[in-house]
């Protein structure tokens, strides 16, 4: 009962008082029937596009796919000052949809043309039973015209109607399908899973970020494992992550349970350490997924210097320090803790220990800079780099404590370079 769901019985208020049928609709109403917080509600109404931005005004809608029939509310201004800001500001646009059902799929993702319909039609035109539920907040009744309420029942993900017709339609489902068996530990039935097996191969019609996207779900999932055995037994495996088969799956399982934070960085940092080579698999996924330059960037710190860690206890101060003030210093010690051997456990505890310190502690302002070896009357040139960093590094080991030695050491240093 989130400000979100308050705004989207707004809307369903007012369609009704402007004598539409107006629900929720989909995935807020398989949530919330779970006891699962929704990640945003959906309206589904038999107003058209137009008739919904006549009854809030057009300054109030986005046309968000109009030709969909999906139009954006926005919040109504609060008058009142009081509630305004807070909560308001924080609600995103309400999607309302009209009842439709959609027309031919030519392209293999997205049908040619839609229809508007009624309820029942809109409930039909829906990926899988749990999906095509409504619930009318006016009656406190949800309306299930493809038995959703019982597959809700057994935790089980059924497409509406012919499995093949519908994976035929749109390939994306199929992922989709694994996706929502993954995230809500339900089973896949096996007419379902069949279909998907039978248009498995075709999955490359769908582009790579949406791909992607779905993954993502699932690599941050708890049960990420389970989703790549599903991802496996509906034979996805070869056109989404070719890389699983270099991959022991119980490995992985006993690593990603030990997990206390579940980035995607991290799940996919911990998926590619069990490959031969992490690196090269890295970067084919990331072209594949359109992963982003700071996915990459984290993962990448991830899988070089997790090693670090563990060894944090014997290893120079000099060399755990800058990972650990490295901006990814989390994911690589989630990492490095998912991937421990008992013999890093010492180390993790120095890093986890020196991560609670006072920054100012744990990254002393350095002796010298550039400028003060100029000072010195040190010639300018490339060396400065070197000699301010193994200063650097003395001072973060204990072996010199102050400035003054620090003087010393760089004099030394320019002598003998
Ligand atoms: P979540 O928002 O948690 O990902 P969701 O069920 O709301 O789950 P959305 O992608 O937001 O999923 O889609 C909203 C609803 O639209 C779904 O519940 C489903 O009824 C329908 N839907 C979405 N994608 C498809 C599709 N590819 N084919 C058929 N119906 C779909
Ligand atoms: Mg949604």
């Not at 309420?149 to 994306?172: H, M, S, V, W, Y």
């Not at 248009?199 to 993502?216: H, L």
């Not at 779900?217 to 991802?231: A, E, K």
């Not at 495996?237 to 960085?265: C, H, M, Y």
Request: net charge negative; with cysteine.
């Amino acid at each position: 009962h989130g400000p979100e769901s308050q705004e989207a019985i707004r809307i369903i208020t007012t369609l009704r008082q402007a004598g539409f049928v107006a629900l929720l609709a989909g995935g807020c109403v398989r949530d919330a029937m779970l006891g699962k917080q929704p990640k945003d509600y959906d309206v589904a109404t038999d107003a058209t596009p137009d008739a919904v931005r006549d009854v809030f005004g057009k300054k109030s809608t986005l046309a968000f796919g109009a030709s969909f029939g999906v139009i954006g509310v926005l919040p109504q201004r609060d008058t009142k000052a009081s509630t305004a800001s807070s909560t308001e500001s924080t609600i995103q646009p309400t999607e309302v949809a009209t009842f439709r059902s959609d027309g031919e799929y030519s392209d293999g993702r997205r049908p040619d043309s839609v229809h508007f319909g009624d309820a029942k039609q809109d409930a039909l035109r829906r990926d899988f039973t749990i999906n095509g539920l409504f619930y009318d907040p006016h009656t406190d009744e949800v309306i299930d015209y493809v038995g959703g309420e019982a597959d809700l029942q057994a935790e089980r993900l059924r497409t509406i109607g012919n499995p093949a017709d519908r994976f035929g339609e749109d390939k994306l489902r199929m992922l989709r399908a694994v996706r929502f068996a993954t995230t809500l530990g339900f089973a896949i039935d096996p007419s379902t899973r069949d279909a998907i097996e039978s248009f498995a191969s075709q999955m490359n019609v769908v582009s790579g970020e949406r791909i992607g996207a779905e993954m993502r779900r699932v690599f941050t999932s708890p049960s990420v494992v389970q989703g790549l055995r599903h991802l496996i037994d509906c034979k996805l495996d070869e056109t989404v992550l070719p890389e699983i088969s270099a991959v022991n799956l119980d490995q992985l399982a006993a690593k990603t349970n030990k997990l206390s934070n579940r980035s995607f960085a991290i799940v996919m940092a911990c998926f590619l350490l069990q490959t031969d080579a992490p690196e090269q698999a890295l970067a084919a996924i990331a072209d594949r997924w359109k992963l982003s330059n700071e996915e990459v960037r984290q993962i990448t710190a991830a899988i070089l210097h997790y090693p670090v860690i563990g060894g944090a206890d014997r290893l120079a101060w000099s060399v755990v320090q800058p990972i650990l003030i490295d901006r990814d210093a989390e994911t690589i010690i989630e990492v490095a803790e998912a991937n421990s051997k008992s013999s890093d456990e010492a180390g993790i505890a120095i890093a986890r220990r020196a991560m609670a310190m006072p920054r100012k502690e744990l990254d002393p302002p350095p002796f010298l800079n550039g400028k003060d070896l100029k000072d010195l009357g040190i010639p300018a040139g490339p060396l400065y780099k070197s000699i301010l960093q193994s200063i650097r590094d003395a001072q973060l080991d204990g072996k010199i404590h102050s400035r003054g030695e620090a003087i010393t050491q760089a004099q030394q240093l320019s002598n003998s370079l």
